[in-house]
């Protein structure tokens, strides 16, 4: 089945610093990604659509200059956090579009980035 | 926007038993598709159903789909304390494919 890997799987910073997080999908092509984040008991939340060659789609409330987002390659999407918070330290999941046939879409999840800033 | 709501919100089951969790949703949608989650993991795709099925399996796992009702359900059968997770879904929707999640329903299976 269709892979999808995400680096680092945790990440701990200070306050002010900005982190990069990348979502590889490893076996297929994924000309869409999408970003979620997930805080402790909670269901996950759609943050950003990323589209490779093209600038991302932000969700209504989510800021696009804090959580930048580059999709560079038909393989990779990188979410960047920049200046983060103690409020930003949540569970972060990309999941790669395949589309295996041309009406239906599935989606495959990465395994997660854990942050936390201090 | 989160369009999905489950209940129960938590469920506690011997293990052999039975675990059946619902799904509704408000808009028109494409597929629906069930998740599992592992405490602090990412998500393991379970089981996609399309808008024009109203029954599939996998497995031990059985999903519904009533569009008439907006509402889908899963059944887990003779569980096993390894079923013991958090389980969501997610709408496709119609136009654009993004999904949308539901709040999820936690499951205990008890040894």
């Known amino acids: 089945g269709a892979v999808v890997s995400q680096h680092p799987s945790w990440v701990i910073c200070k306050s002010g610093t900005s982190v990069k997080i990348e979502c590889r999908s490893l076996?297929?092509?994924?000309?869409?990604m999408f970003w979620y984040r997930q805080f402790p008991k909670q269901s996950l939340m759609l943050m950003a659509t990323?589209?490779?060659?093209?600038?991302?789609?932000?969700e209504q409330g989510v800021e696009k200059d804090k959580f930048l987002i580059n999709h560079a390659s038909l393989t990779l999407s990188t979410l960047t956090v920049t200046s983060a918070h103690p409020e930003d330290s949540s569970f972060y999941i990309c999941?790669?579009?395949?589309?295996?046939?041309?009406?239906?879409?599935?989606?495959?999840f990465g395994p997660g980035t854990r942050l936390t800033v201090l | 926007s989160q369009q999905g709501e489950e209940d129960p919100q938590a469920l506690s089951i011997q293990e052999g038993e039975n675990a059946t969790m619902n799904c509704s949703y408000k808009?028109?949608?494409?597929?629906l598709q069930w998740y599992r989650q592992n405490s602090g993991r990412g998500l393991v795709h379970l089981i996609l159903?399309?808008?024009?099925?109203r029954e599939k399996h996998s497995g031990r796992l059985r999903v519904t789909l009533d569009t008439s009702k907006k509402s889908s359900s899963l059944l887990i059968t003779a569980s096993r304390a390894a079923d013991t997770a958090s389980y969501f879904c997610?709408?496709?929707?119609?136009?654009?494919?993004?999904?949308?999640f539901g709040a999820g329903t936690t499951v205990t299976v008890r040894a």
């Open positions: 999941s790669a579009d395949s589309r295996w046939d041309s009406l239906m879409h599935e989606q495959f």
């Open positions: 076996d297929f092509q994924a000309t869409t």
């Open positions: 990323s589209n490779e060659g093209s600038k991302a789609t932000y």
């Open positions: 808009t028109s949608i494409n597929n």
């Open positions: 159903i399309r808008s024009n099925e």
């Open positions: 997610a709408t496709a929707r119609s136009n654009d494919y993004k999904l949308s």
